[in-house]
DNA sequence: CTGAAAGCGCTTACAG
DNA sequence: CTGAAAGCGCTTACAG
């Protein structure tokens, strides 16, 4: 049992670093020196102060540690929501990255509020975080651009690092590290594996507008259409609020309550949304892949559930390169961009077309 | 854009308080007291005082702060894995609460392992997190018990509180808060629903001896059964090892591998273990509910996605109480105990029995 | 290899 | 309502 230093009033306070040194019969300047473990120390003097710091079950002050100029041992995140599988997934990457630097995580959630977001970066940037990660879909507009230059300047000058994790790169003048993954590349391999079983008709399912993730998910998807000399149809494009189970059914039921089914795959913007629309099929006695093939986009635990062939991300890579690289990096505000790659994974959702579904023509 | 101060190097630098004062024509006293907000203040100072701010762009540093003996701004959670919804759900809580007051929260993961669990909870001692809330399924074997009461005692000398969710109180001698759900009242309530559907041969899968979850919803199985004046056959209690998907598929099949079929209904202890289980039994072309009736425990996402009955618990509102008593509570150290109640959530995983499978009888 | 002392950026009695 | 000064618990040149 530890014992703990009485302060005057006889309650129990935590030992400090002066406590060890009288305990020790040392000066504080040899303790921190221990401590730290880069000086010469003489081994006599080590264990006489490493046996202090036991029986008084010693833990450095952060605060005080940090104030003195010691570079401080955490990395922030700052994610919508922690239950989304996507950044549940990237946050573990991060956690195990940080952990094996002995690095602590502080994690910001915003619900997609911008007030929450900048409370949350203030709050890092008074803990003097080492690197402050955002992920996530987003709307790159003026706006957007102006709000992460600044803080990715402010970041800076504090000694801090920014990381944007599967967010587009803010141009050259602004200090930021950028992690991306091939949306635009999964996207084209999963519409050309539906074009391979023969489909024409794909219906794209959770368009939006100016949201990076859906948009290059969109573009992989005519680059593929295109390659395979099938006619782009705009209208075979359907869009999507958010990218959840519910707008996916959503999306399905509106399209099969609209008329005659016009497509033959689907090609959903997430396995999220892939699950939502396979409920609305489900609903109309249309079975996957047996009358309607399907496929998605992140390779997360629902997609396993359902046999969904999808496109895998390297959640989790993300996460890790993202603490790698802003670790990594000396000077702070450095600027990086890396790309990492994604692949489809092939499940039972995917039937070849029989020339069931009619077209337009 | 705000001005950054440059140091005599030329390098911008963070702007401080005292640069706030210069800037101001006022002192750092003031600058403190009018930042703190609990202090009078003349108007006119005041708005010289946030203009300053404004213009440098300053954020007081929170090291200097926490070392002055203000309360940090923080809690921490520490978890086995952020991907685990159970988790995540529990952590999205203790975020949101964190949020609404102010607070940062810092996140630490163990992958279940001890040295990490120790690393990270020196960390935040380290870091004076206001609350430290561990959350998750354990063996409370007498190492644990010490363990805990070692953390907890730590924590309350250096003004911190422990907080345990869905873990079982450690003593009345040990300083930690309690935040448990009800494990046995709802396995109870799922296990009488399969008995008031007419099952009697009703499989439990995922025992697993000495961890209180798992063995508290075993409780409740029993408990029901003696209550409806079913016989008790510890030949259908199935043991598990880890409560995942993995596992329920694995113990489902060896099951059905074993012999022929003598259970007509599941009781899943949580719902990844009934998605397992759901999978090995449509190998074997046995469907849910009609061939065989199942019940989990959780009411998280891949529930929804199969259709099962399950047992509903609050885990954000775990999370939101366990930060919401920490903060309450004055005095650092301090006990109470809290249970928050589970329900029942009806899908379409139940049959009633028409006696096909056969007893031992 | 070790010690005395300055300093990091705040807060808060203590005076006025 | 405001200021000068001590002090929080460390680290690190500066001496020796």
Redesign the interface.
């Given at each position: 049992m530890?014992r703990?230093i009485a302060s005057g009033d006889g309650k129990?306070?935590?030992a400090t670093i002066k406590d060890v040194a009288r305990h020790a019969g040392v000066s504080v300047a040899t303790v921190s020196r221990i401590l730290s473990g880069t000086y010469p120390n003489a081994p006599a003097t080590r264990s006489k102060v490493m046996r202090a710091v036991r029986e008084l079950?010693y833990?450095?002050?952060?605060?005080?540690?940090?104030?003195a100029g010691v570079r401080?041992?955490?990395v922030a995140i700052v994610v919508n929501?922690?239950?989304s599988?996507h950044y549940?997934?990237v946050?573990?990457g991060v956690?195990?990255e940080a952990?094996r630097a002995?690095r602590?995580?502080?994690?910001?959630?915003t619900g997609g509020d911008l007030e929450?977001e900048l409370?949350?970066i203030?709050?890092?940037?008074?803990?003097?975080a080492e690197a402050v990660i955002l992920v996530g879909n987003v709307n790159p507009d003026e706006a957007y651009r102006e709000r992460m230059a600044g803080y990715a300047r402010?970041l800076a000058?504090?000694g801090s690092q920014l990381v944007l994790c599967g967010r587009p790169p803010l141009g050259p003048d602004v200090p930021a590290i950028v992690v991306e993954y091939d949306n635009t590349g999964g996207a084209f391999a999963a519409t050309s594996h539906l074009l391979s079983a023969g489909h024409k008709r794909i219906l794209f399912l959770g368009r939006r507008s100016g949201y990076t993730t859906p948009e290059s998910r969109v573009a992989g998807y005519r680059a593929a259409l295109a390659a395979h000399g099938v006619p782009h149809d705009p209208g075979l494009e359907v869009d999507g609020a958010r990218m959840v189970r519910r707008e996916g059914y959503r999306m399905m039921r509106e399209r099969l309550d609209a008329g005659p089914r016009d497509f033959t795959a689907v090609f959903a913007s997430n396995d999220l949304i892939a699950?939502g629309a396979r409920e609305a099929l489900r609903e109309r006695g249309l079975r996957i892949p047996e009358d309607v093939s399907m496929v998605g986009f992140d390779d997360l635990?629902?997609a396993a559930?359902?046999d969904l062939t999808t496109v895998y991300i390297p959640h989790e890579e993300l996460g890790r390169t993202a603490v790698r690289l802003a670790l990594k990096s000396e000077t702070p505000g450095a600027s990086e961009h890396v790309l990492l790659g994604t692949h489809i994974v092939v499940r039972d959702s995917v039937c070849p077309n029989v020339g069931e579904a009619s077209g337009p023509d």
């Open positions: 530890p703990r129990p306070r935590p079950d833990v450095p002050n952060a605060h005080a540690r940090g104030l401080p041992k955490s929501s922690v239950i599988p549940a997934h946050a573990q956690h195990e952990a002995g602590l995580c502080i994690v910001g959630t929450r409370a949350a203030q709050l890092m940037r008074e803990e003097h402010a000058a504090a699950a635990p629902p559930d359902i």
